[in-house]
């Protein structure tokens, strides 16, 4: 836990002024916990200027600076961070060491370790994370390219609790020069600028690409076109709770109430279903053939639908006109 004096007051540049903005509108919409809030601190400009913001409209800040200890000098790194976070006058600050492994290759692991620290960490306190504008524009791209459906293009939601997201209105480059407002040196990740990490290229290649294609804008264009899906989504999973609460929503559900729906209705119903039964890692090509069990029944199979265990499957039959979940064994019968 790192302590001090915190800075005088906030300088009053344009720049830091829109961050401040950003911040006051999203505890205005999301009523912010009255404890205060933590932030995640990388150092970077994004969270620096975040975490600055946050103390001038969030009242009691707890900077979290996660350690994901994967260069040498990472733990002097997070420990400047913190010292700053309290400079600018955070309640607290704390380091989290984390260990970065599993699957899914060094982003999603460092990611999964992020999370995990952060979400140990907070205290009941809801999470302030600096993704931008441009993040967002990337995680559209990403969906794009992954062809992983409208949910993915969605991107990122403002409020995600306990995770808050107040900069995603806001360019990367404001809060760049909001750090000079603050006369403040970011910190600058070098695998930020590693072009082995797929958003990396995104952001120095991809992205600039089609602004000088397309005259600028498309990080903006991105980010409405994400907003738009979201609004359409929250829609239509209201009527997917609709249907599935017709259809039994229990342990089973009656494919007769479900084969009256339109497919991709039928489909977010299935999804969301399947996944409250354990179903993890759902595919479009594993959800299509749970679909066909309604929609194209001739008496098939079950399908496995990604959950389960060492052994056994976790697999979606139906039977008698009812849709059901249950583990199936690997092992080949004697």
Same mark, same amino acid.
């Given at each position: 836990?790192?302590?001090?004096?915190p800075l005088?007051?906030l300088?009053e540049?344009p720049?830091?002024?829109e961050?401040?903005h950003?911040?006051?509108r999203?505890?205005r919409v999301?009523?912010a916990?009255?404890?205060?809030v933590?932030? &995640?601190?990388?150092g970077?400009?994004?969270?620096?200027a975040?975490?600055?913001?946050a103390?001038?409209?969030?009242? #009691?800040?707890h900077?979290?600076?996660?350690?994901?200890?994967?260069q040498?000098?990472s733990?002097?790194?997070?420990?400047?961070a913190? +010292?700053?976070a309290v400079?600018?006058g955070? &309640?607290?600050a704390?380091?989290?060491p984390v260990t970065?492994?599993?699957?899914?290759?060094? +982003?999603a692991?460092?990611?999964?370790?992020?999370?995990?620290?952060?979400?140990? &960490?907070?205290?009941?306190l809801p999470?302030?994370?600096?993704h931008?504008?441009?993040?967002?524009?990337?995680?559209v791209?990403?969906?794009?390219?992954?062809g992983s459906?409208?949910?993915?293009?969605?991107?990122?939601?403002?409020?995600?609790? #306990?995770?808050g997201?107040?900069?995603?209105?806001?360019r990367r480059?404001?809060?760049?020069r909001?750090?000079?407002?603050?006369?403040?040196?970011?910190?600058?990740? #070098?695998?930020?600028?590693?072009?082995?990490f797929?958003?990396?290229?995104?952001?120095?290649?991809?992205?600039?690409?089609?602004?000088?294609i397309l005259?600028?804008?498309v990080?903006e264009?991105l980010?409405?076109?994400s907003?738009?899906l979201r609004?359409?989504g929250?829609?239509l999973?209201?009527l997917a709770a609709?249907?599935?609460?017709? &259809?039994g929503?229990?342990?089973?559900l009656?494919?007769?109430?479900?084969?009256?729906?339109?497919?991709a209705l039928?489909?977010r119903?299935?999804?969301?279903?399947?996944?409250g039964?354990?179903?993890?890692?759902?595919?479009?090509?594993q959800?299509r053939?749970?679909d066909d069990l309604v929609?194209?029944?001739?008496?098939?199979?079950?399908?496995?639908?990604?959950?389960?265990?060492?052994?056994?499957?976790?697999?979606l039959?139906?039977?008698?006109?009812?849709?059901?979940?249950?583990f199936?064994? +690997?092992?080949?019968r004697q």
């Open positions: 836990m790192t302590s001090g004096p005088g007051p300088p540049g720049a830091l002024l961050v401040r950003a911040v006051r999203w505890v999301h009523r916990d009255p404890a205060g933590a932030v &995640a601190l990388s970077g400009a994004d969270s620096l975040l975490t600055a913001a103390v001038a409209e969030a009242g #009691p800040v900077a979290l600076v996660v350690d994901h200890r994967l040498d000098g733990g002097e790194v997070a420990e400047q913190a +010292e700053r400079a600018l955070c &309640a607290s704390r380091v989290l970065v492994d599993g699957p899914g290759g060094l +982003e692991a460092a990611r999964r370790a992020r999370y995990a620290a952060l979400d140990a &960490a907070r205290a009941g999470v302030l994370l600096g931008t504008l441009d993040d967002q524009a990337e995680t791209l990403l969906g794009l390219a992954r459906g409208p949910r993915s293009l969605a991107g990122m939601r403002d409020d995600d609790p #306990p995770w997201r107040p900069l995603l209105s806001v480059a404001v809060t760049d909001a750090c000079v407002e603050l006369g403040l040196s970011p910190y600058r990740d #070098p695998h930020n600028r590693s072009p082995e797929t958003r990396v290229r995104l952001r120095t290649e991809a992205l600039p690409l089609l602004e000088q005259r600028g804008g990080a264009a980010s409405r076109t907003a738009q609004e359409d929250e829609v999973d209201e609709e249907l599935l609460a017709a &259809a929503a229990g342990e089973g009656d494919a007769a109430v479900l084969a009256g729906a339109h497919p039928r489909r119903a299935l999804r969301s279903w399947l996944l039964r354990g179903a993890r890692g759902l595919t479009d090509r959800l053939a749970a929609g194209r029944w001739r008496g098939q199979g079950g399908v496995a639908v990604g959950g389960g265990a060492p052994g056994v499957r976790l697999v039959s139906r039977r008698r006109g009812m849709l059901s979940v249950g199936v064994s +690997e092992r080949p």
